[in-house]
């Protein structure tokens, strides 16, 4: 198999393709992480397996039917599960104040549902599922977790999404307050794409 040198990345999300380059430039993986804008735009995607698995490969089977048969497609389907919700807002974290897709919206809620959970009972944790789809059917998932606690309210203005009231386990402070370099050792995109840049360096064939 020829090496993959570009990786098509099934999203809309500006920031998703920044921190995946990022990630990709710091783990030593010659690769272009390329967005879906540069090449047609992102389709639109029903997101309704109920996992991020499923999730992740509605998206990257979506890119890859209006691409080349000999591309590579990544798609990243993430999100932040709350212990205290059973799991949730999970596979519905883009989406939970309703079906505009409002970060800024979807942030808000979160922090009133927490309003009135006390600290011993706000742990939560990111799970970020990066799917590979490649010619031939070629098909391979990557996972990453980080764990960690909601804080009462926003503090910071880096990153994206419910950053600002995400602390990773070990710190006081959020993704938004600590900055993308803490953020991409920790994080759980960064924990997926090790996985994930593991696989490139072997190849793209199994352990
Ligand atoms: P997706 O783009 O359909 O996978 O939706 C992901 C949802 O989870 C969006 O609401 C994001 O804001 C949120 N999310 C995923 N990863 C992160 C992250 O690294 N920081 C903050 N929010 C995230």
Redesign the pocket.
């Known amino acids: 198999m020829p090496p993959i040198t570009r990786l098509h990345l099934a999203?809309g999300?500006p920031h998703?393709v920044q921190e995946l380059q990022s990630l990709a430039n710091a783990s030593g993986v010659a690769i272009e992480i390329v967005s879906a804008r540069a090449v047609g735009g992102m389709p639109e995607v029903a997101?309704d397996t109920g996992t991020f698995v499923g999730?992740a490969r509605q998206k990257a089977l979506a890119l890859r039917a209006q691409l080349p048969g000999d591309a590579w497609v990544v798609a990243?389907?993430?999100?932040?599960c709350v212990d205290a919700l059973a799991g949730a807002p999970g596979v519905e974290?883009?989406y939970y104040a309703g079906p505009q897709h409002d970060?800024v919206a979807?942030l808000s809620k979160l922090i009133a549902v927490m309003r009135d959970v006390p600290v011993a009972e706000r742990g939560a944790q990111?799970r970020?599922v990066l799917f590979v789809s490649g010619p031939n059917g070629q098909e391979e998932v990557f996972e990453g977790f980080c764990a960690g606690q909601l804080l009462f309210e926003s503090r910071g203005g880096a990153?994206?999404?419910?950053?600002p009231i995400?602390a990773p386990t070990g710190f006081h402070q959020s993704?938004a307050e600590l900055g993308d370099e803490v953020k991409n050792r920790l994080?759980?995109?960064a924990r997926a794409w090790a996985r994930l840049a593991a696989w490139l360096g072997r190849g793209g064939t199994a352990p």
């Open positions: 999203s999300n998703k997101e999730n990243d389907d993430s999100g932040v974290s883009a970060p979807n990111f970020c990153g994206f999404g419910y950053d995400f993704y994080s759980h995109r």
